[in-house]
Structure formats: structure tokens, C-alpha cells
Nanobody
Framework: QVQFVESGGDLVQPGGSLKLSCTAS????????MGWYREAPGKQRDLVAI???????NYADSVKGRFTISRDNAKNMLYLQMNSLKAEDTAIYFC??????????WGQGTRVTVSS
């Protein structure tokens, strides 16, 4: 019953911004660490950012200073604000809860393409 629905992906020019959203359901959202991940076709899925139940956040070095992860526990939603986008940010972006250091359920993801 655990489900994640990602949205907000788009085609954007380098230097532009996007905000991704994730709607979670089927579990007590507020008690879990949540993460954003991304992958390109044929490449491994990498962790981009995490946010703990108390709001503490961590980021991959590749996005630090440009991306901001946040959550709204009242709405069971997770967000990723992406600024100063680069071509290397192009990927499918997924959200998931983290249990024992990894995600256990996945949605369809949302595609971000950064290109001029």
C-alpha cells in the first residue's frame, strides 16, 4: 500500500529552476526519513538529498548549495527545489522513504531534462 507519486519534472535551460513534488501514502509519513534519488538510463540510482523526521537535511556534494529538500508532514508531501540547474542534473527523479539506509518502494519518477 506504500505509494509515491512524483511530479514537476520538465525541460529547462541551464541555470533555470524547477520544484519537484512527491505525494506519499500508505504509511506514517512524518516518522520516516525521506530521500530524493535520480538516475539516467543505464546508470545507477544515486541519492541526491535526504530529510529526517525532525527536518535535518543532507545533500550529495554534486547538488549542495543548489538544491533544497523539504517536507510538509501535514500533507504527506516531499519537495525538491532545484536552482542553477546544469546539464548533468538531467535524470529521472524519484522519492522514497529510507529504511536501513535504502528505499523500499518506488513510484514512476519524474523526468528532468536540462538542455539549451
Amino acid at each position: 500500500q506504500v505509494q509515491f507519486v512524483e511530479s514537476g519534472g520538465d525541460l529547462v535551460q541551464p541555470g533555470g529552476s524547477l520544484k519537484l513534488s512527491c505525494t506519499a501514502s500508505g504509511y506514517p509519513f512524518s516518522t520516516y526519513t525521506m530521500g530524493w534519488y535520480r538516475e539516467a538510463p543505464g546508470k545507477q540510482r544515486d541519492l541526491v538529498a535526504i530529510i529526517f523526521s525532525n527536518g535535518t537535511v543532507n545533500y550529495a556534494d554534486s547538488v549542495k548549495g543548489r538544491f533544497t529538500i523539504s517536507r510538509d508532514n501535514a500533507k504527506n508531501m516531499l519537495y525538491l527545489q532545484m536552482n542553477s540547474l546544469k546539464a548533468e542534473d538531467t535524470a529521472i527523479y524519484f522519492c522514497s522513504r529510507r529504511i536501513a539506509g535504502r528505499g523500499d518502494y518506488w513510484g514512476q519518477g519524474t523526468r528532468v531534462t536540462v538542455s539549451s
